[in-house]
C-alpha cells in the first residue's frame, strides 16, 4: 500500500518533471493520460513524439476546476458551465471555442480547444501542485489500447515517459465521452459512460451525433483501441460454435465471454480440440463493470498471442453505447 507521504513526493517529483518540459504518465478515472505542460509547445510535441501521434490530431487539456475553462476557451455557452456543475471533475470532455493563447499543439491548429477535470485524487492533486494545464492523450502508442494501470503504460511506452504516476487502477476504465459545445447544436463526438441520455437531461435538448466531417479526432478514427491479435465480435448465439470451429482449424483462440459460460472441457475434447488452446474469460454483465475490466482483460489476453480474440458482442441497448463503439473500433482495425 503507498502512504500518502510517498503519493505526496510522487506528485511533487512528477510536478518538477512537467515544469522542466518533461512527460509525466499520471492516472485518471478514465485511462492513464500521457501529460506535458499545455503552455509549453516543445513539451506537448514531445508528447506526440512518444505516442508516435501525427502532430495535427488535438489532445484534451486536463484543468483543475471549472473556474480554469474561462483560463483556455472563449464564448463558453451557459451548458458548459451547467454540465461542468453536474459531471465535473468526472469522465466528460468538453470542445470549446479556443482563446487565443493555447499553443496550436494542443489544438492541431483546429479553432476548438477539449477540456476536462478528472475525478482521481491524484490527478487532482498533479494538476493542484503544477498550477496549469496538463495535455494529456491516453498513455498509449498511437492506434493501441489504452492503459488502465501504471504497467500497461510501462509496457507500451517504457522509456519514452519521464516519470510515471502510479494511482492503482483505473474506475471507469474507457475514455471519457465527448462533447462538442462548439457548434450550433451539441454533437456527440465519443460516447462514455456519461451516456447521451444523461447530456440531453442537463441540458433539455438532443444531441447531434458525430458528422461526417468532425475535426480530426483519432478517437473517431477506425483503427483506435486495438489489440494487435485481430479481435472479431461474435453474437453470443454463436459463440461456441464459432470457438469450435476456429480450434478444429487448430488456432489457438482468446474468448472473451459475457453472457455465454465456459464450454465443458469434455465437450472440446468432443468436438476433437485441445482445450489448453482456447483461453475463456467471463466478463461482468452490467455496462459500467464492463468498462472497467475491458482494456485490462484485453491487454491480458493480447499477451497470450492467440490467432484470434473472439469478443461475445454485447447487447445492443443504449447503456452499452461506450463500450460497443470501443469494441467495433477495435474489430474494424483488422479489415484496413
Ligand atoms: O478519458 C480521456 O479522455 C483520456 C484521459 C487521459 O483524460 N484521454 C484521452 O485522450 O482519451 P485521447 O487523446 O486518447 O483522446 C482524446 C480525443 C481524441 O480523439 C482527440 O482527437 C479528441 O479527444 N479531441 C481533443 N481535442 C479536440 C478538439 N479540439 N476537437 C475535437 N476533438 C478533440
Ligand atoms: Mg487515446
Not at 9 to 17: K, L
Not at 52 to 70: F, K, T
Request: aromatic share 6%.
Amino acid at each position: 500500500m503507498t502512504s500518502n507521504t510517498d503519493i505526496e513526493v510522487a506528485v511533487q517529483e512528477a510536478t518538477a518533471t512537467l515544469r522542466r518540459g518533461g512527460i509525466v504518465a499520471f492516472p485518471t478515472e478514465t485511462v492513464y493520460g500521457l501529460g506535458a505542460d499545455a503552455e509549453n509547445p516543445e513539451a506537448v510535441a514531445r508528447l506526440f513524439m512518444a505516442k508516435g501521434r501525427p502532430a495535427d490530431h488535438p489532445v484534451i487539456v486536463h484543468i483543475g476546476d471549472a473556474e480554469q475553462l474561462e483560463r483556455w476557451a472563449v464564448d463558453i455557452p451557459p451548458s458548459a458551465a451547467l454540465l461542468a456543475q453536474r459531471f465535473w471533475p468526472g469522465p466528460l470532455t468538453l470542445i470549446l471555442k479556443r482563446d487565443a493563447r493555447v499553443p496550436d499543439a494542443v489544438t492541431g491548429g483546429q479553432d476548438t480547444v477539449g477540456l476536462r477535470v478528472p475525478d482521481h485524487p491524484v490527478a487532482l492533486a498533479l494538476l493542484a501542485a503544477f498550477g496549469g494545464g496538463i495535455a494529456a492523450p491516453s498513455a498509449n502508442r498511437f492506434g493501441r489500447l489504452s492503459p488502465t494501470t501504471a504497467a500497461h503504460v510501462r509496457t507500451d511506452l517504457g522509456e519514452a515517459v519521464d516519470y510515471i504516476l502510479d494511482g492503482g487502477s483505473c474506475q471507469v476504465g474507457i475514455e471519457s465521452t465527448i462533447l462538442d459545445l462548439s457548434g450550433a447544436r451539441p454533437r456527440l463526438l465519443r460516447p462514455g459512460v456519461i451516456t447521451a441520455d444523461a447530456l440531453e437531461a442537463v441540458l433539455g435538448e438532443k444531441l447531434a451525433g458525430p458528422s461526417g466531417n468532425a475535426p480530426r479526432s483519432p478517437g473517431a478514427l477506425p483503427s483506435h483501441y486495438a489489440p494487435r491479435t485481430p479481435l472479431v465480435l461474435v453474437p453470443p448465439e454463436d459463440l461456441a460454435a464459432e470457438v469450435v470451429r476456429r480450434l478444429e482449424k487448430d488456432e489457438r483462440v482468446a474468448v472473451l465471454a459475457r453472457s455465454v459460460a465456459t464450454p465443458q472441457i469434455e465437450w472440446l475434447f468432443l468436438s476433437g480440440s485441445d482445450f489448453t488452446e482456447c483461453a475463456w474469460q467471463i466478463m461482468p454483465a452490467d455496462p459500467d463493470g464492463y468498462a472497467h475490466e475491458l482494456y485490462a482483460r484485453l491487454h491480458a489476453l493480447d499477451a497470450l498471442h492467440a490467432d484470434c480474440l473472439l469478443v461475445e458482442a454485447p447487447p445492443a441497448e443504449a447503456v452499452w453505447q461506450a463500450v460497443r463503439d470501443r469494441l467495433a473500433r477495435a474489430a474494424r482495425a483488422r479489415l484496413d
